[in-house]
């Protein structure tokens, strides 16, 4: 989102396009995992360690905050998709969800999109108009923070062989 954002400002994507496009892309994500908690969420969260202390920890903050959780759960790393199936396997309302759902993805799209945005205004006035560069630049920056979240994983499989 924040490479869409950054993209935006430099006029090679439509704002408009990217917002519906970025909404609908997680709300289908996301009501495909609440569906699938319906059908079976207990079950499969509960399979496995990770997804189990993920279930709990989902569990607390639906009970602790209830719809406001939605919105939490947008903007916490890595745990979208237990939450999801948490609402769907606990008879959360269809209708309450993809009504809240919907609301919590406008802000989370408007709030990447915007940071995107300033990022690449921030970026023009320190590199000025040399927007042959930004390409290459956006490149080196998402090859980092690749390696930065890919490389524990890597490491600690290495480790187990």
């Given at each position: 989102?924040?490479?869409?954002?950054?993209?935006i400002?430099?006029?090679?994507?439509n704002?408009?396009?990217?917002l519906?496009?970025?909404?609908a892309?997680?709300?289908l994500?996301?009501i495909i995992y609440?569906?699938v908690g319906?059908?079976?969420?207990?079950?499969?969260?509960?399979?496995?360690k990770?997804?189990?202390k993920?279930?709990m920890r989902?569990?607390?903050l639906?009970?602790?905050?209830g719809v406001l959780?939605?919105?939490?759960?947008?903007?916490?790393?890595?745990m979208?998709?237990?939450?999801?199936?948490?609402?769907g396997?606990t008879?959360f309302g269809?209708?309450?969800?993809?009504?809240?759902?919907?609301i919590?993805?406008?802000?989370?799209a408007?709030?990447?999109?915007?940071?995107g945005?300033?990022?690449?205004?921030?970026a023009?006035?320190?590199?000025?108009?040399?927007k042959e560069?930004y390409?290459?630049?956006?490149?080196?920056i998402i090859?980092?923070l690749?390696?930065i979240?890919i490389?524990p994983?890597?490491?600690e499989k290495?480790k187990?062989?």
């Open positions: 989102m924040l490479v869409v954002g950054f993209f400002k430099l006029k090679l994507l704002p408009y396009v990217s519906v496009s970025a909404m892309g997680a709300f994500h996301e609440f569906f319906r059908w079976k969420g207990r079950q499969f969260l509960l399979r496995n990770h997804t189990r993920e279930y989902a569990k607390k639906l009970q602790k905050y959780s939605i919105f939490i759960i947008r903007f916490l790393y890595g979208r998709m237990i939450p999801m199936m948490l609402m396997a008879g269809t209708v309450k969800f993809v009504f809240f759902n919907l919590s993805l406008f802000f989370w408007v709030i990447y999109l915007s940071v945005y300033f990022f690449g205004k921030a023009e006035h320190f590199f000025g108009e040399a560069y390409f290459i630049a956006v490149g080196v090859f980092f690749f390696l979240l490389y994983r890597i490491a290495i187990k062989e």
